[in-house]
C-alpha cells in the first residue's frame, strides 16, 4: 500500500543509548521531513530533506543525525539520548511545489529513561 | 518571516452547532495555507488548503475554510459538528523561501459535546 510509515511505533530507551526511529515513504516525494511534537511547543521541525543525499537542519537540530541514501527512507538518530528527546515524532513527506500537501506518518513515541 | 497563529487552545461546541476554529497568519507573498487534524494516537491528516482562487476552500469531513485577505485569517468551520470531530486541528502555512516546510500554529483542541 502507498504510504508513509515510521518505525517503532512505541520506544523506551536509556539516557546515553544511540536510537533510531526509521520513516519509509512509497510515493518517491522529494521531500522529507522530521518533526517532533511536545505539549506547550506544537511541531517544531528538526531536519528536512530536499532529495536524496540533501539534508539540511530545522528548528531544534540538536542531538539529532539524519540521513538519505535512497529517496524513499529517512532515518533519524539520536547519538546519545537525552530525557529532552522524550517526545513524539512525526515523519512527514511532500512532492515539491507549495500546494503539495505533507503526508504524514502515525508517528513513534519515545520515551528516554 | 513566515508564521500561523492560532490563538485559541480549545473550542467547545455542541453537536449539530457551527464550529469556527481561528488562525491568522503572517506571510511575504502569497501564502499557501493548510489544515490538517490529529486524532488521539495518529499522525496527522491533511483537510483542505488555499493555494489560489476561490476564498472558501472545501475539504474532508464536511470541513470548509474562508480565507480572508484583508483580515489575514483563514478560519476553519463547519456547519454541523459531529463528536467524531472532537480532535486536535493545525493551520499551517508553507514556507516558501526554503524547503517547502510546514509552519506550524500551537494546535487548536475542538470537543464536540453531545
Known amino acids: 500500500d502507498a504510504g508513509i510509515t515510521q518505525s517503532p511505533r512505541y520506544k523506551i530507551t536509556e539516557t546515553g543509548r544511540q536510537v533510531t526511529l526509521m520513516c519509509h515513504q512509497t510515493?518517491?516525494?522529494?521531500?522529507m521531513f522530521w518533526y517532533r511534537q511536545d505539549l506547550g511547543h506544537g511541531l517544531r521541525l528538526i531536519y528536512y530533506?530536499?532529495?536524496?543525499?540533501?539534508?539540511d537542519k530545522g528548528e531544534v537540530p540538536d542531538g539529532y543525525v539524519v540521513s538519505r541514501s535512497k529517496t524513499e527512507n529517512f532515518p533519524l538518530t539520536l547519538e546519545s539520548a537525552t530525557r529532552s528527546q522524550t517526545s513524539v515524532y512525526f515523519c512527514?513527506?511532500?512532492?515539491?511545489?507549495?500546494?503539495?500537501?505533507?503526508?504524514f506518518g502515525n508517528g513513534t513515541r519515545l520515551t528516554v529513561t | 518571516a513566515q508564521s500561523v497563529a492560532q490563538p485559541e487552545d480549545q473550542v467547545n461546541v455542541a453537536e449539530g452547532n457551527p464550529l469556527t476554529v481561528k488562525c491568522t497568519y503572517s506571510v511575504s507573498g502569497n501564502p499557501y495555507l493548510f489544515w490538517y487534524v490529529q486524532y488521539p494516537n495518529r499522525g496527522l491528516q491533511f483537510l483542505l488548503k488555499?493555494?489560489?482562487?476561490?476564498?472558501l476552500v472545501k475539504g474532508s469531513y464536511g470541513f470548509e475554510a474562508e480565507f480572508n485577505k484583508s483580515q489575514t485569517s483563514f478560519h476553519l468551520k463547519k456547519p454541523s459538528a459531529l463528536v467524531s470531530d472532537s480532535a486536535l486541528y493545525f493551520c499551517a502555512v508553507r514556507d516558501m523561501d526554503s524547503s517547502y516546510k510546514l509552519i506550524f500554529g500551537s494546535g487548536t483542541r475542538l470537543l464536540v459535546r453531545p
Open positions: 530533506s530536499a532529495a536524496a543525499d540533501i539534508t
Open positions: 512527514a513527506s511532500g512532492g515539491t511545489g507549495g500546494n503539495s500537501p505533507l503526508h
Open positions: 510515493w518517491s516525494h522529494s521531500y
Open positions: 488555499y493555494i489560489t482562487g476561490d476564498n
